[in-house]
T-cell receptor, first 117, second 113 residues
Framework: GAGVSQSPRYKVAKRGQDVALRCDPI?????LFWYQQALGQGPEFLTY????????KSGLPSDRFFAERPEGSVSTLKIQRTQQEDSAVYLC???????????????FGPGTRLTVT | KNQVEQSPQSLIILEGKNCTLQ??????????LRWYKQDTGRGPVSLTI?????NTKSNGRYTATLDADTKQSSLHITASQLSDSASYIC????????????FGTGTRLTIIP
């Protein structure tokens, strides 16, 4: 595809349910980022992958959040036992460059809007 | 804590008018500063990227300026169009440039006919 895609676009979960959010980055992009965007706020960093390696997960808010990118392409963000405060838009971005290199543009997907009731 | 602050929080202007959005940051070390446009329900789209050695960069009707000494940036939009209605987010990147970005909360711009 031409850009970063995410699915589902909308997800409603009851408190306590587990959810899985998918990100398909631009083909060949080395780096993949997950961000959380609360209503009316800017995105906040969650985690970063370079290929299949998760190099930074310092932004994950709790151990209920888990991300993986097993083959270095598609990534999944999983949230266990969802809470109301998890309600937000989850954005995925990919980049052709890797850490430590000259900066590269990050291309964002449309996001998944998660609502926990 | 590294922060990026933007002003105004929201702005309404008439179609065809110019406007300037402001950004102050405390991120250190600093690698580059980016301005993104985010339409409602969409992901952010890059407008400009500037390193610390660049003072200004243009992209069509968008012109960004950067003063790395005072840690301030501005985004000037010329001859606004209805399609410019969106949130404009200032984003700062740390030392390596491709690591996690620090986002401002954005300026919500509304263009009215």
């Amino acid at each position: 595809g031409a850009g970063v895609s995410q699915s589902p676009r909308y997800k409603v979960a009851k408190r306590g349910q587990d959810v899985a959010l998918r990100c398909d980055p631009i083909s060949g992009h080395v780096s993949l980022f997950w961000y959380q965007q609360a209503l009316g706020q800017g995105p906040e960093f969650l985690t970063y992958f370079q290929n299949e390696a998760q190099l930074d997960k310092s932004g994950l808010p709790s151990d209920r959040f888990f991300a993986e990118r097993p083959e270095g392409s598609v990534s999944t963000l999983k949230i266990q036992r969802t809470q109301q405060e998890d309600s937000a838009v989850y954005l995925c971005a990919s980049s052709s460059g890797g850490i430590g290199q000259k900066f590269y543009e990050q291309y964002f997907g449309p996001g998944t809007r998660l609502t926990v009731t | 804590k590294n922060q990026v602050e933007q002003s105004p929080q929201s702005l309404i202007i008439l179609e065809g008018k110019n406007c300037t959005l402001q950004c102050n940051y405390t991120v250190s070390p600093f690698s580059n500063l980016r301005w993104y446009k985010q339409d409602t329900g969409r992901g952010p789209v890059s407008l400009t990227i500037m390193t610390f050695s660049e003072n200004t960069k243009s992209n069509g009707r968008y012109t960004a300026t950067l003063d790395a000494d005072t840690k301030q940036s501005s985004l000037h939009i010329t001859a606004s169009q209805l399609s410019d209605s969106a949130s404009y987010i200032c984003v700062v990147s740390g030392k390596f440039g491709n690591e996690k970005l620090t986002f401002g909360t954005g300026t919500r711009l509304t263009i009215i006919p």
